[in-house]
Nanobody, 113 residues
Framework: QVQLVESGGGLVQPGGSLRLSCAAS????????MGWYRQAPGKQRELVAD???????NYADSVKGRFSIFRDNAKNTMYLQMNSLKPEDTAVYFC???????WGQGTQVTVSS
């Protein structure tokens, strides 16, 4: 099974930016349909963006125009560039395959002044 490690979270002011990284194990990364999810306190985990290839990308309406998902298959890594962050983006962010593999620990993103 693929193992996933998220990093790059932190505390940022509203309007700021962060880039999250997702490192995956194994040699099949380039074949995976990948997604970024988030879970805010008291809410269900939601899919915010997913990517199969550079031309097959989808975003949740809540992040469209502000977040960008991309991947570097040579590095077995997926990224989420988050711009114009809002307090409602505060959550633990997870990456995963689609269909899902075992979840990693996630990385906390807090948007607050």
């Amino acid at each position: 099974q693929v193992q996933l490690v998220e990093s790059g979270g932190g505390l940022v002011q509203p309007g700021g930016s962060l880039r999250l990284s997702c490192a995956a194990s194994g040699s099949l990364f380039s074949l995976y349909h990948m997604g970024w999810y988030r879970q805010a306190p008291g809410k269900q985990r939601e899919l915010v963006a997913d990517i199969i290839s550079g031309r097959n990308i989808n975003y949740a309406d809540s992040v469209k125009g502000r977040f960008s998902i991309f991947r570097d298959n040579a590095k077995n890594t997926m990224y989420l560039q988050m711009n114009s962050l809002k307090p409602e983006d505060t959550a633990v962010y997870f990456c995963n395959t689609i269909p899902q593999s075992p979840w990693g620990q996630g990385t906390q993103v807090t948007v607050s002044s």
